[in-house]
Structure formats: C-alpha cells, structure tokens
C-alpha cells in the first residue's frame, strides 16, 4: 500500500506536469520581469531564509527577473510565492512537503524548516526542470517564459527521513546535499568520538588488559581483547561511566554508539554463552548489555550495532525504546537485490522490525578493496532502498567510498535520489544524468553501464563481494573482449566531448575504472591484447607503449582529479603506481622458474583456486588477496620449484602480501634453497622481514623477499616462508590463525 501511495503520488505530479503543456498555466515571470513577490513568514527559520533565497536564485537564472524577498507582514498587492511554514503547515508530518497553487498564488511549504528547504528544490527539479548533478555541474533552463501547471497540488512524505550517502561530494559541499536532500556527515547528532566499533574506546585494553584481562572475551579458554564480557558488572560500570563523560562533553549529541568491535571474537564465557543460547543469537547478550547503558540515559539515544556475529534478532528480548539497532548489510552478494540474493539479512531485517521502530540500516555500495574498479550494482539500488522503506527504516545510511570511485558522482547522486523517492523511475534519471552530466559523451557511457550490468547478470554464479578484486571478474563481466569494448565506448566519449574540456575531464574520470581493469588484467597476462612485456626493437623484452600511455594517463588523471587513496586501506594512488612500476621492471627480468611445475609441501587454502602454478604463471599479484596470490592459512608455505634442467642462477625472489586488518601477514622470514637431486637441498640463505608487524604497520603494502648469491648450479629450488602463527593480543583477530599470501618466484 505504501509503495501504491508513492507511486499514485509520483504519477499525479507527471499528470499536473504533462497537462501544462495542454492548458494555459500560471506565469511566474516573462520577458525578464515578474509581477510576484517571495513571501517568507515573519520570523523565518535559517532553512526557511535560503529557500526563498535559492527559488529567487534560480528563478533570476532562469527568467533574468529578480523577485523581491519580503517578510509576510510586508507583503504588497499582487501575486505572491509564500516560501515557509504557516498555518497551512499545522498537522503536516515534519518531514512532509506540499507544493500547491491557488488562485494565481503558489505555496512551498512542509512540517518543519527543512522540509521547507526539501519542497523548494523539489519545485525547481520537477516543475521547472532544473538539475543539480553535482557540487559543480547543474543546468537551468534558460526561458523567456517561466510557467506552472493551474492547479498544481502536490503532497509528499518520504518513506525515509534520515538519508546519507557517504560521499565527500555531501560531506564537502552542504548546499549540494541540500539540493539532493541528504546529511552532511555520516553520523548526525552522534556523539563525535563514539559513532561506531566503540567497546575497544571504552574499556581499552592498553589500560585494562593486563590488570583485569576479566574485563574482555574469552575464546577457548583464554580472555583475549576483541570484545568485552557483556556480563561482566565491571565492565557495565565502566561503559557508563564513559558514555555519561562523552555525553557531558557533548551536550548538542543526541545519539553515542555503545556497540561491538569490528571482528566476530565475542565473548563465550558461560554468562554470556547461556543468554545467547536462550536467545538464539549474539545479539542476546549485546541486547541485554546495551538495554542496561539505555536505562541509565533515558533522554538520549543508544546506537548500536546488528552487524555479522549480532545480525540476527534474538527471541525473546527487545530493544529499549531509545536503542537505535544499526542492522548491516556486509556479507551481501551484490551481484542482485537484497531480497533476491541474501535472504538471510532481508529475514533479519523483518525480525528486528517485530522488535522495533527503530532501525537504521547500513548498507554499502562500493567495493571496498577497489575504488576504482568497475562494480556493477547500479541495479541493485533501487530494489534494496526498497525493501528498507518497505520495511519501516526510517534511517538508511548507504557506506559509498566517500572518496572517488567508480562512477563516484552518478552513484552519489542516484543513491540520493532513490533515499529521497524509492519509487522513481531509474532508468529516466540515469538517462537524464548520463546526458546531462557527460552531455554527448553520455550514449557512450550509457552503453558501458548497460552492457557490464548484462554480462554480470548473465553470469549467475558470480559473487559481486564488496572486498573483491577485478582478478575475480576477469572470466566474467571483465572478459578480455569486454574490456576491450569498454575501452573501445571509452574512446568515442572523449571524442564526442572533445571540445569542451570540462565534460573531457568528466569522461576520463568515468574512464579510470576501465583503465584500472585493464591495468589489472595486463598484471596478469590475460591475453596477448593485455599483457606486460612485448619484444622490444633491440630484441629484448619492453613495456608495450600502449599500456605506458594507459599507466600515464591513470597517473595525470587521477592527480587532477585529486583522487589519493584506491581502498579504503588507505593503499594510495601514489603507492599502486610505484608497485606497477615495480611490476613492470619485474616483468621484464628473465625467469628461469617461468610456467616450470611446482610441488606444494604445505596445504594452501581456499584463494588461486589453490593452485600451484601461481607461483610460476608470469601472472603478478596486486593489492588484494583475491589479485593471483596463493594463501596459506596458520601454515608456512614450502614450494619446490622443478627447473626441467640443471641450470646456474644467482638471484630468487618472491614478493608477498599484507593485508593487517584481513590478519594477512609478511612472514617472519624466507628462506630459499637449491638441489640438484630434489632430495637433499642446501640453504642459500634466509631473509627476515624486513618490516617486521606493529601495531602502526601499512595496513596494505607488498614485500619482495630477493636474494642474491654466488652463482650456483642445480635443477630444484625450495621456498619456504614461516608463518607467524598467531595474529598478536593487540589485533583484533588476536588468537586466530595468521594467513600469509605469496606469488610469483622468480629465478636469475
């Protein structure tokens, strides 16, 4: 019934709009003049102020007649614009708009100031078509007529009230998120250092940890700091007493976040183990810890966390009425709708809304370890904004990459229009912006978007993960001859917008993605179209000039884009260019140990389809665990390479990933090895890291483990690298198994 509202509601204003162009209208302003008058009330609210003051903006843009802005006590004869709240308002939903003329007058008004600001930039959209694209492309119609339907009458509540889009384009640009009707920061009316992941910043271990190790979870035996004992009296006290001395720092917040830390580490103590299994779920004993926090602050609200391990609603306890449940979306396939592809999470959201009103979901919408990447999930947004208006979420926060990515200011700006209206007609927009934003590139884009979502869809057994890599894709919607197509769309936009340089730097912002995928892809060596090395003019082998003026232009382009980091690992552009740099040289090196078979001594798991020609495929691993490498989990990786032939070298080197926050670690030492039976083996010598773990260390980074030596004869090489063991008590994965990611040995 709710969506049928929506819909009718949406439909009636297109009706209203599509009659003006049957029947005389009401004429706002003609010919650089106008007879009206912006009326605001007599003691306008700050929102209230810049409506009148936006509508005689855009309204002198459009027309070139500047209608004056008066107090309603001093309001002329004649025609008037009454921009504000009245008594008209009274008994309106806050969060209500209403546009509605009348005998030759019009009124913007809503439930509250922002509301009033809301229906004044739904005016200039849909009735008199302006566009606000982004912070710095909007368009305006140009009229000498500026002309309304007779009648118009248009009410509108939106299904969701808190909306956020995590994009720096709101973040950085607070009239641009009014214009598209979303927050300036992704926690509003949070206490600032309590927003989410909070228990390590109550109860933190550098203090507590050694004095009262009680405090934390116990796992197997051992208390361990990932997450606090939540029946623990002690550890209640403390967390109030924090929450009560944030919230006096803070008298302006509203709401602090007493919730889990990131890792699914929680405690198993017996208190804690029997209130989860009388409830069915973690959540058990994080709902009953955080009701107690919430009793003890009756005026303010309590956030906290249904993410991973406390997803699941439990049986029998509720929520306080002033306990904010942030229900998380992580694990979802992104490949199709919510609804469709994770029903787990979509049961779970209709469980927590038996428990509750109030729900704020997290969703995501990007890929995590790529910014860049193509990420074909434009399809999903609609019908998963859907299912959460559909279910009573009044609070939607969509986690985009906040810093560019893929498309970054299309997906901005489409996430926000569907918070504000779930119920539109996407495809009408993404043309009007694909059009309006690249202008004649915008066909050509458009092509792009809708043959990468076909191939995805096609291919039913992808998993679209937000922690993927384009390695992952490379069978499938990132083929070689797709990316060749892709590229192929990608030249023609730039030619159809090649005189005008601001459009161009557009499209080749919109192009990095398909630049990075091809980057990628020639890392690789995925067919002779993307490869690495080619035989140069002297013989030897060189960079293919094609991918050096791809490389090139990725570096220019996203310099003055300003685009700094590739994840959210903080892995920079800066630092992805020196290791594809380091590639390269690497790429060109001879390598005796090339496509030569391999024998594993230790088990892999579950990455590179645990194959051991990994190691010698020519293939090069990038920044993710997903990109080419082979991981041992807990264990140590020992290889043994067969060169087919005796032959003299003097260098081995491997090059490994770290990846901390995925507890994947440098080992703590290589060690490389030659025989010439395959039996008994002679140590060369090991290399420690080099960069030994810490609490400070990159969070993203490549090692290359090289060796030189005294030239030596043999046919068998040994590899072996040692396993850490443990992530240390500090990490939040402190007691489980290390994982160690290694690729391409290379033989000099």
């Not at 599509?18 to 004429?27: H, L």
């Not at 002309?147 to 009458?153: H, V």
């Not at 009793?295 to 997803?311: E, V």
């Not at 000039?545 to 994840?567: P, S, W």
């Amino acid at each position: 019934m709710h969506k049928l509202y929506l819909f009718l509601l949406c439909c009636s204003l297109a009706f209203i709009l599509n009659a003006s162009n049957q029947a005389p209208g009401i004429v706002l302003a003609e010919n650089g003049s106008s007879s009206y008058q912006i009326v605001t009330p007599d003691e306008p609210a700050d929102e209230e102020q810049r409506a009148a003051a936006e509508l005689q903006h855009y309204l002198e843009k459009m027309s070139r007649a500047k209608l004056p802005i008066v107090r309603n006590a001093e309001k002329q004869e004649g025609p008037a614009i009454f921009v504000g709240r009245s008594t008209e308002s009274e008994g309106m939903d806050e969060h209500q708009i209403r546009i509605r003329e009348e005998d030759g007058g019009l009124m913007i008004t809503g439930g509250n100031p922002r509301s009033v600001l809301n229906a004044t930039y739904t005016f200039l959209e849909d009735v008199l078509d302006c566009r606000f694209y982004s912070p710095d492309s909007e368009k305006v119609p140009q009229l000498s007529k500026v002309e309304i339907p007779k009648g118009l009458n248009y009410d509108y509540t939106p299904p969701i009230t808190t909306r956020t889009v995590h994009s720096q384009l709101y973040y950085d640009n607070h009239s641009f998120a009014d214009k598209r009707k979303v927050t300036y920061e992704a926690f509003p009316t949070y206490v600032p250092e309590a927003r989410v992941h909070t228990f390590h910043r109550f109860v933190p271990e550098s203090i507590y940890y050694e004095s009262h190790p009680e405090f934390y979870a116990l796992r197997d035996g051992r208390r361990i700091p990932t997450q606090l004992c939540l029946t623990n009296p002690d550890v209640l006290q403390l967390v109030k007493d924090t929450v009560a001395v944030l919230l006096e720092q803070h008298p302006e917040a509203e709401v602090i976040s007493v919730s889990q830390d990131d890792n699914q580490q929680h405690c198993q103590c017996d208190n804690c183990a029997a209130i989860d299994k009388r409830e069915g779920a973690a959540s058990g004993s994080m709902i009953a810890f955080v009701n107690e926090v919430a009793a003890a602050f009756p005026d303010k609200t309590i956030s906290t966390l249904a993410y991973q391990y406390t997803r699941k609603a439990p049986l029998h306890l509720k929520p306080a009425e002033n306990v904010l449940i942030t229900l998380c979306s992580i694990e979802c396939d992104r490949s199709a709708p919510i609804a469709q592809n994770c029903r787990e999470f979509a049961q779970d959201l209709i469980d927590w809304g038996k428990k509750t009103d109030n729900v704020r979901i997290w969703d995501y919408t990007t890929q995590f370890t790529n910014f860049l990447a193509p990420f074909p999930n434009l399809r999903t947004l609609q019908p998963n904004i859907q299912l959460f208006a559909e279910n009573n979420a009044k609070w939607v926060f969509e986690q985009h990459s906040h810093q560019p990515s893929e498309l970054f200011e299309l997906r901005s700006y489409l996430t926000a229009r569907l918070l504000w209206n779930p119920n539109l007609n996407v495809d009408t927009v993404m043309e009007d912006f694909l059009n309006g934003y690249y202008e004649e590139a915008g066909p050509y884009i458009g092509k792009y978007i809708t043959t990468v979502h076909d191939a995805l869809e096609a291919d039913t057994a992808f998993f679209l993960f937000l922690y993927g890599d384009p390695s992952q894709a490379f069978g499938s919607f990132l083929k070689p001859g797709l990316l060749q197509q892709y590229d192929s769309w990608m030249d023609e936009a730039e030619q159809a917008v090649a005189g005008k340089p601001e459009v161009l730097d557009r499209v080749k912002r919109a192009r990095l993605s398909i630049d990075y995928a091809i980057l990628e892809a020639s890392r690789q060596q995925r067919s002779e179209a993307f490869s690495l090395v080619e035989k140069g003019p002297d013989g030897n082998p060189a960079t293919p000039e094609k991918l050096r003026r791809r490389l090139d232009h990725f570096r220019e382009v996203a310099a003055q884009a300003g685009i700094i980091n590739m994840n959210e690992m903080r892995y920079s552009v800066e630092e992805y260019l020196q290791s594809y740099e380091f590639t390269l040289e690497r790429a060109k090196q001879p390598n005796y140990a090339l496509n030569r078979p391999v024998t594993l001594l230790e088990k892999p798991k579950k990455y590179a389809d645990e194959n051991p020609q990994v190691l010698t495929d020519g293939a090069l691993g990038g920044s993710s665990f997903y990109a080419n490498w082979l991981g041992f989990e807990g264990n140590d990786l020992e290889a043994v390479i067969d060169l087919e032939e005796a032959m003299e070298f003097s260098e081995i080197s491997s090059a490994f990933l770290q990846v901390v926050n995925h507890i994947v670690f440098f080992p703590e030492k290589v060690s490389y090895y030659y025989s010439v039976d395959g039996k008994d083996f002679v140590l060369l010598g090991p290399i420690p890291n080099a960069r030994p773990l810490e609490r400070a260390s990159k969070v993203n980074d490549i090692q290359n483990f090289s060796l030189s030596f005294d030239p030596v004869k043999g046919r068998y090489i040994k590899v072996k690298a040692e396993n850490l063991g443990l992530a240390p008590i500090w990490h939040h994965g402190a007691g489980l198994p290390a994982w160690i990611f290694v690729d391409e040995v290379m033989v000099r």
